[in-house]
């Protein structure tokens, strides 16, 4: 197997159980590396940490898969930890048939994620050297399963950063273009081909829940980035009045109509148009909700984003605080590790001082339990939501 070395002092992350080596870590190699070559990964003495798969073109250059000298990568493994990312998601009794079963780091799978909507499954592969064990992985998951089909998708990192051919394709079995998936007591059209992510916001289960909790009967509601309605219907669905659903997405809007139809819920309002500028129509308007919730998608895809995404939340926040009514509340999110938690509370201040609004937190959530999170990899807690009472 090829032998790489890190640079001195990168033992130390890597002991403490952090996955990843970024390419100017890396002081030599045993031979010349491919792509996806299986690697054990040594210290600058020669002392062994782990066991990994390497892409040496990409700035993540090697992701470690085992810190045990006697775990080596094979078939076994790659099952072991599958079967154990399945018992884990049975014994959280999700109330959804639709879930994620594999969350990559967070389930000791770097770049593999595995969705769950009813009888089928979506996989994508998201590094080079995990796509080189596909024939390990997609047996299992069709033994373990008995899914009815299974549908690769290849990401837009997949495939602009490491190389892989971006396609979609039946992998096995049959799967339709759209599927049907229950969440508590609401139905949702997902389509598993086109959509979003891999088809379905899993990951704000938890938020939908919480924010449905929030709602009293009549409220008015705005859901900002609404995508396909799943919190404008929950909101609905808990005794709200009017709600407003705002995307830019004609695609998205379609799908979230559709979403109400077969809940049998009406009175939300479907909102094709840019959300900052939406925002502004109201605040001429002098319109006001109950309950605001701003649910972007990515601001800030690296570190160097950063401060542009913090411009466009801060005027998200200030025009949002404007239109929520006194006692109401104002949730925000966020999706992407680069805006922080601290990001989201500090711009928020900062729009509330310029608003001359006070707001209290109410409560805080975060990625749904079928998405876990590595204490050692801070990089796996990504989703971020601040609930706020606006005063």
Not at 51 to 73: C, D, M, Q, T, V
Not at 289 to 295: A, E, G, L, M
Request: hydrophobic share 40%; charged share 30%.
């Amino acid at each position: 197997m090829l032998q790489v070395r890190v640079k001195p002092g990168v033992e130390d992350k890597i002991r403490g159980f952090f996955p990843w080596v970024y390419k100017p870590e890396v002081t030599g190699y045993s031979k010349q590396p491919k792509k996806g070559d299986l690697v054990v990964v040594r210290d600058a003495k020669g002392g062994f940490l782990g066991y990994g798969y390497i892409n040496p073109h990409a700035n993540i250059s090697i992701r470690i898969l085992s810190f045990k000298k006697e775990e080596e990568i094979n078939i076994e493994l790659i099952r072991r930890r599958l079967k154990e990312a399945i018992e884990y998601r049975k014994r959280l009794n999700l109330d959804s048939d639709a879930y994620r079963l594999v969350h990559s780091e967070g389930d000791f799978l770097p770049g593999l994620i595995v969705d769950l909507y009813g009888d089928y499954v979506v996989v994508e592969f998201t590094t080079y050297g995990m796509n080189r064990l596909r024939e390990w992985v997609l047996p299992a998951l069709v033994e373990f399963l008995k899914p009815k089909g299974v549908y690769e998708k290849v990401s837009e990192y997949a495939s602009s950063v490491e190389g892989l051919e971006q396609r979609g394709e039946v992998v096995y079995g049959h799967v339709p273009e759209e599927v049907v998936i229950r969440e508590g007591d609401l139905r949702f059209y997902v389509n598993i081909l086109e959509g979003q992510k891999t088809g379905f916001f899993l990951d704000q289960r938890r938020a939908r829940r919480l924010l449905r909790d929030m709602v009293k009967p009549g409220d008015e509601c705005l859901d900002l980035f609404c995508h396909t309605g799943a919190f404008a219907l929950h909101m609905k669905k808990a005794g709200a009045g009017r709600v407003t659903a705002v995307d830019t997405s004609k695609g998205a809007l379609r799908v979230g109509k559709k979403n109400a139809e077969l809940n049998h819920i009406r009175g939300i309002e479907w909102v094709e148009e840019d959300v900052f500028d939406f925002l502004r129509v109201l605040r001429r308007a002098r319109k006001s909700f109950d309950i605001v919730v701003i649910d972007p998608p990515s601001f800030a895809k690296n570190r160097f984003a950063v401060e542009g995404a913090l411009r466009g939340y801060k005027e998200l926040l200030l025009t949002s605080l404007k239109v929520t009514k006194p006692g109401g509340y104002l949730a925000v999110y966020s999706c992407s590790f680069h805006v922080t938690r601290e990001h989201l509370l500090q711009v928020l201040l900062e729009a509330s001082k310029d608003v001359k609004r006070q707001v209290r937190i109410v409560a805080e959530s975060f990625q749904d339990l079928d998405h876990p999170w590595v204490l050692q990899m801070p990089n796996t807690l990504y989703l971020k939501g601040i609930y706020a009472e606006v005063r």
